[in-house]
């Protein structure tokens, strides 16, 4: 009986743990009237608002809206009331860009949200930010300073991450002097031979990374990288410190000085991964790609950019696109630096022209795959697409309407299937 009982609440705790709390009974859908979500200078976008519950129209619900361009609505109201559960907003653009509507729906004491983001002439949008005379020699001069320290890698195997196809290890190597080291989670084939290899770069955050052994597996070398110079196997709890302390918004830190400013031991430390992959006897010396999302998009063009053994990119929603829209009033960027913090100083200025996704963009010169959502407030697609259109390189742009600040499935597996395709491992 006892044994019995045992597996009894055995079962239960599987259960709870695999009964997933899944979305929001209540919905908030706005619709633009063209199934494309572009428009002409010009045009009117009408955007119907419905409330939803149970796949029914939800009567008599109020409402707040905002409605203008993205980070700028010129129209608020609050207390609408939907005696239909319905609700029609009309507007338009006479300049490139992306006009927002978002809504806030009251039901049963909770709130709601949704959005729609329709895009205006987003081919026509170019980046506000200017490019410093000494922009590409400045970079050149920093990685060539740092590559004059020696890696000093240290491989450690991790057993219990291991597969039958891979070996995975925790790596770490110097980035510059004074710069520490980063870690990483390194992947390679156990089968003798030479192979492909993608570099992960990560977003914004702090946290421990497992390594892919997903994309390819048994076919290509991977390295997923962190980039706060600490090891990246911790618990979890471990992380969750720093940023809440002594890495809590560590994008703003130094951003008086471009030698000192944060991003600049990052984007030296994404580069020396590359020196360590391409240090690899596995390595094959001609297929490299870097991929990532959000922060790690950014870091994903500025590393293509900055290193001709970079083959490829993929970027998913980049940030760090296009600071100085700020002062146009269009949407920059995350971290949306001058936006919450005000006027900067002449320095900050400088500095962050150094550090925008956008003036690395014009220096790519190997294909890039690159895919956002117009719903996304956390990297607005003004911002993106005014960096994607400073590119001369071969690319390719496959928008998902709908997605904010994360992926769909389909959008997931046709970027696996295109870094496959360029690893030529499909």
């Given at each position: 009986m006892k044994k019995i009982s045992i597996l009894f609440i055995t079962l239960l705790c599987v259960w709870a743990a695999s009964a997933q709390i899944r979305g929001d009974e209540i919905r908030v859908v706005v619709s633009p009237n063209h199934a494309d979500w572009v428009y002409r200078l010009n045009e009117k976008s009408t955007f119907t608002i419905q409330i939803w519950k149970a796949q029914n129209l939800l009567s008599n619900v109020t409402v707040d809206y905002e409605l203008g361009p993205e980070m700028y609505p010129v129209e608020t109201r609050k207390g609408v009331l939907l005696k239909d559960g319905t609700l029609k907003l009309g507007a338009s653009m006479k300049t490139p860009g992306f006009l927002r509507c978002k809504v806030k729906a009251y039901v049963g004491g909770r709130t709601y949200e949704g959005l729609a983001t329709?895009?205006?002439?987003?081919?026509?949008?170019?980046?506000?930010?200017k490019l410093p005379t000494d922009f590409s020699t400045y970079w050149t001069r920093t990685l060539e300073s740092a590559r004059n320290t020696p890696l000093n890698p240290v491989m450690t195997l991790l057993p219990q991450r291991c597969t039958e196809t891979d070996n995975v290890y925790h790596v770490s190597f110097q980035t510059?002097?004074?710069?520490?080291?980063?870690?990483?989670?390194?992947?390679?084939?156990?089968?003798?031979?030479?192979?492909?290899?993608?570099l992960r770069v990560p977003g914004?955050?702090?946290?421990?990374?497992?390594?892919?052994?997903?994309?390819?597996?048994?076919?290509?070398?991977t390295l997923e990288i962190g980039i706060h110079g600490i090891p990246v196997t911790m618990d979890q709890m471990f992380y969750d410190a720093l940023a809440s302390g002594a890495l809590s918004n560590y994008w703003t830190f130094c951003r008086h000085s471009r030698d000192a400013f944060y991003y600049n031991r990052v984007i030296v430390g994404a580069l020396r991964a590359v020196d360590f992959i391409c240090s690899l006897s596995q390595y094959n010396g001609t297929s490299l790609g870097v991929t990532g999302s959000s922060q790690g998009g950014a870091l994903s063009v500025i590393t293509a950019a900055l290193?001709?053994?970079?083959?490829?990119?993929?970027?998913?929603?980049?940030?760090l696109c296009?600071?100085?829209?700020?002062?146009?009033?269009r949407a920059c960027g995350w971290p949306h630096y001058f936006?919450?913090?005000?006027?900067?100083?002449e320095k900050e200025l400088e500095t962050v022209r150094y550090y925008d996704t956008a003036n690395f963009a014009r220096m790519l010169t190997v294909p890039g795959w690159f895919s956002w959502g117009y719903n996304d407030e956390v990297c607005p697609p003004t911002s993106m697409h005014a960096a994607y259109n400073a590119i001369t390189?071969?690319?390719?742009?496959?928008?998902?309407?709908?997605?904010?600040?994360?992926?769909?499935q389909e959008q997931w597996e046709e970027w696996l299937q295109w870094l496959r395709q360029q690893l030529g491992v499909e």
């Open positions: 329709t895009a205006y002439a987003p081919e026509l949008l170019q980046p506000i930010t510059k002097n004074g710069g520490g080291r980063f870690y990483g989670i390194l992947s390679i084939p156990k089968k003798e031979g030479t192979y492909p290899a993608l914004a955050g702090v946290r421990p990374y497992g390594g892919d052994t997903y994309t390819a597996p048994g076919k290509i070398i290193d001709s053994r970079v083959t490829f990119l993929a970027a998913v929603h980049p940030a296009d600071h100085e829209a700020y002062f146009q009033k936006f919450y913090d005000g006027t900067p100083s390189a071969p690319k390719e742009l496959h928008p998902y309407l709908e997605t904010g600040h994360y992926w769909y």
